[in-house]
């Protein structure tokens, strides 16, 4: 039965692309937020780039750059023996790249919103920029930086494209729950395909619950 | 005693471009208030001095340690300048309750009491639990006062702490100030644009007029006696004059008051006989006649002799010896007709009612 | 995804009078040629090619993608489309067959043997997916054949089609692949064969074509499809590798 390690997996790839994501996106947010700094502009294009390629062009880079003669696939490989493509680990990379800019953007914004005297207050009062970001920052943000969670969360649990390319259709390995979708589809296994959608239905509906949840609350 | 100087040219980043130089040296001996209109430049000062504008070139140092100087490369960060700040509208955490607030700044073990003393300090004890969005204005500025008088700084900043509270807060918040600043013998900078405030609370007045300071000094000399236009101008009010009580008169409405050689009637001052008083005078409100005056409404009539007569925008402004100088503003017009010189004898007519108390 | 499945052939949906072949994608390249010179294109054209696994090539006929030809790389497609009734029965023809083959990189680890593959230092196989491509079918046939399985399931990783496991190999994310014949010679100067696999451990690798029954031009697929059963049209499949039908 492929649904239930298609929905572990799918879980475990994206809560692990989430957490990532937060805290790669979060910061990055946060220094776009800061300052500016020469070609911060150009860095913001950069990172937020995954947003607007094809998913299986991002996928096509990703296996280029991890593969076994990628750039950073091959020096991984000589010294760890690690290999990313076609392990669950790769799920996780190509579901955290895709998710990225929208926690960077969304975290971007909310920092920007904060009164910057705020800041400064802080600073007067004796805290370095980290102890800031985590006492100040975050608490004044965070409905925004639990919108681009959110958003991260989705988009980690749906992505497909990428996730093809780098980590392959493996079932149990990398097969995730949109993998699995198509491959029912594929092979004319219409019920499969049925019990699998309302699957990641399901997940993504308790998602956004939670999200309205924790947007009101605060 | 601490210390506070400076002497720095920073840019203007507002649209009037150019540069600011200051250069003061701020004792702990007392408040010093920086006045001067807006766009003068005095937030741009605050800024520099905690280090949040990165000056030009130029030197800012605290009890002889250098926190900037350009020169020898230091820029320390604000965190390690300990100097605290107070702004405008608080701007307290508004994720944290007041205690925590103050708590900020504060480091060690004993962080909860030591919070709650500074509460208690300024009078707020029973706010501990509240979140800044449940206080009132003053109520928020005596936090943010506890709070970064309790990280030990070793100046205090202030931007414009009590310009959007009514009287009654200010007047209160003003005495506390005054008396934290005595207790804690750092040196106080305290910006506004309200005079009466730098009366006040000031030990030193220091003005601002367009990026740069134009006169420093106790505040009752600075203001009385503007040593330029500028000055003046930064000032507000062209007559700024200091006398003393004589008497009051219940069926004129009236008091008397001395201002050192010249006798005028004001209306009636809260204040006895002997006191020492403030008034301010504006230019525009004094008349300048030729010869003698027939009844008029006007409770002053001044004999002088006029000393300058300068022009200032599309008026004149002429200086008359009464013999305290007092300032009138005309336009050209009147000074042709009249036919003013320096040297012609004039009167100066002036309302009870022009003359207002400002300390 | 099922959208993606049959857009693919709509959108090459014979607007000027174009039919369209759904061809095995191993079969790909040979039916290029094959097309180019086929001498009785005459006013309807060459035909549009849709290439892809043969078990996708199934599912997207099967969703009503619109497909004058089929010519998959094993009868078990063609089987379901006739029974379905999707297909002209008459008009199936086996036209080539082909042999499984191990290939690597030239100078990297290799094998001699399918029972060496076990000991050998590769960590991964690249074989075609089992569930859509015949390719993926026979080699696991094959595998379970020589009992290397088990032992081995750990190791593959699974292509969406043979030029997709071919370019893993060649891009070096697989030591070792096993493909068909035919697409070893594809990359010739980069790959080596390393040895073929024996023919007896799986079923015999038969491709087979048959008009459908939605065809535009059914006339013009039969000609074509007739035409590859003959000697004009074996010398372009065997130019390309293959062999011809049992």
Redesign the interface.
Known sequence: MTVLPALRLSLLVAFSATLLVAAAGGLAGWILARRRFPGRDVAAALLSVPLVLPPTVTGYYLLVLLGRRGWIGAPLQSLAGWSIPFTWAACVVAAAVMAFPLMMRAARAAFEQIDPRHELAAASLGHGPLSILFRVLVPLARRGLTVGLVLAFARALGEFGATLLLAGNIPGRTQTLPLAVYEAVATGEDRTALVLALCLTLVSVAVMLVAERLGRSR | MSRLEAEIVVERRSERGGEFRLEAAIAGDGITVVCGPSGAGKSTLLLAL???LRPRSGRIALDGRPLFDAGRGVDL???R?????V?QEA?L???LDALRNVG??I?GRERPARARAWLARVGAADLAHRLPSELSGGERQRIALA??LA?E?RALLLDEPFSALDSASRAALGDLLVELQSASGIPFLHVTHDLGEALRLGTRLVLLERGAVVQSGIPAEVIARPASLAAARAVGTENVLSGAVLRHSAELGCSEVDLGGTVVQTCTLDLPPGARVTLGLRAEEVLIALGPLGASSARNVLEGRVETLVEVGTGVEARVATPVPLRALLTPGSVRELGLEPGTTVRLVIKASAFRRLA | MALALWLLPQAAAPASGRWVVSVASSLEPALREAAAVWPDAGATGQPLLNAAASGLLLQQIRRGAPADLLLAASPLEIDRLVDDGLADRGSRRAIASNRLVAVAGCDGPTARRLDDLPGAAIDRIAVANVRTAPLGRYTRQALEAAGLWERLEDRLIFAESARQALDYVARGEAPLGIVYRTDARLLADRLCVAFELPPELHDPVVYEGVVLRDATRPAEARAFLDWLTTDGGRAVLARHGFLPPP
Not at chain 2, 81 to 85: A, F, H, L, V
Request: hydrophobic residues 40%; without cysteine; aromatic residues 14%.
């Open positions: 905690v280090g949040g960060p604000t965190r300048r300990r100097i605290g700040m702004f701007a955490f508004p994720h900020f700044g480091r709070r970064a990280a700084p």
